[in-house]
């Protein structure tokens, strides 16, 4: 039986990408990349791409299988997907930059000093963790982050309405993608909504925290 990596190799150099070969031989795309490192597959350059030549001398053959499935993609496909990255990574910093409350307060290890440790390794040869002479700690205040959440809301949020600007007008009137868009902007207006009502509203309690401090 001809062994699977020599098959592979030989799909490889036909110009399969790493995903097809690891579909057809059911393996992991990263058992494909390490064949591929650890054996020296190459491709031949096509002469006749002298246009990418640039390209296959610098970057990496995954990049360029990239921008090989990107090559029948419009500029309104891309717009569109940029759309939806940006869409995607306003809806996930909601859970990522989350403040529970005004007590919601983080406290990080920023540096530590060690005594070195007197004690020798025990019979099963480990070494005894060293004494933690001094802590530095970095503090972040629920405020500060909330602050920041809100600033990096509004910039995105600005990026994304620019986008869908660009879209709109470029797509075709019957375009499909016009339907999901007004989705979005129903939820874009509601994230501007919430956004000044939080930021009045932080504003309202530095206000209360300096007339309560004088």
Do not use: C
């Not at 030989?10 to 992991?28: E, K, P």
């Not at 490192?37 to 350059?45: A, D, E, F, H, L």
């Not at 480990?126 to 002479?133: K, T």
């Not at 956004?195 to 309202?204: A, G, T, Y």
Request: no cysteine; proline share 2%; aromatic share 8%.
């Amino acid at each position: 039986m001809k062994d699977k990596r020599i098959e592979a190799k030989q799909d490889y150099l036909r110009g399969m990408t790493y995903q097809q070969i690891a579909d057809h031989y059911n393996v992991s795309i990263h058992t494909v990349k390490s064949w591929k490192r650890r054996y020296g597959w190459q491709r031949q350059k096509n002469p006749s791409k002298q246009a990418h030549s640039i390209f296959n001398q610098f970057l990496s053959d995954e990049t360029i299988e990239i921008m090989e499935k990107m090559g029948g993609r419009t500029s309104l496909d891309l717009i569109w997907d940029q759309i939806q990255i940006q869409y995607a990574a306003i809806i996930r910093a909601q859970r990522i930059m989350y403040v529970a409350d005004q007590e919601d307060m983080i406290k990080e290890l920023k540096k530590a000093s060690y005594i070195p440790s007197s004690l020798e390794e025990t019979e099963e040869g480990i070494q005894p963790e060293p004494e933690i002479s001094a802590e530095e700690y970095s503090f972040q205040f629920s405020w500060d982050r909330h602050a920041t959440f809100l600033n990096a809301q509004s910039r995105a949020m600005g990026e994304l309405r620019r986008l869908i600007k660009q879209f709109e007008e470029l797509a075709h009137a019957k375009d499909e993608r016009r339907l999901r868009l007004k989705q979005i902007e129903l939820t874009i207006e509601k994230t501007k909504k919430a956004v000044r009502e939080e930021k009045e509203e932080d504003l309202h309690i530095m206000i209360k925290r300096k007339e309560d401090d004088s």
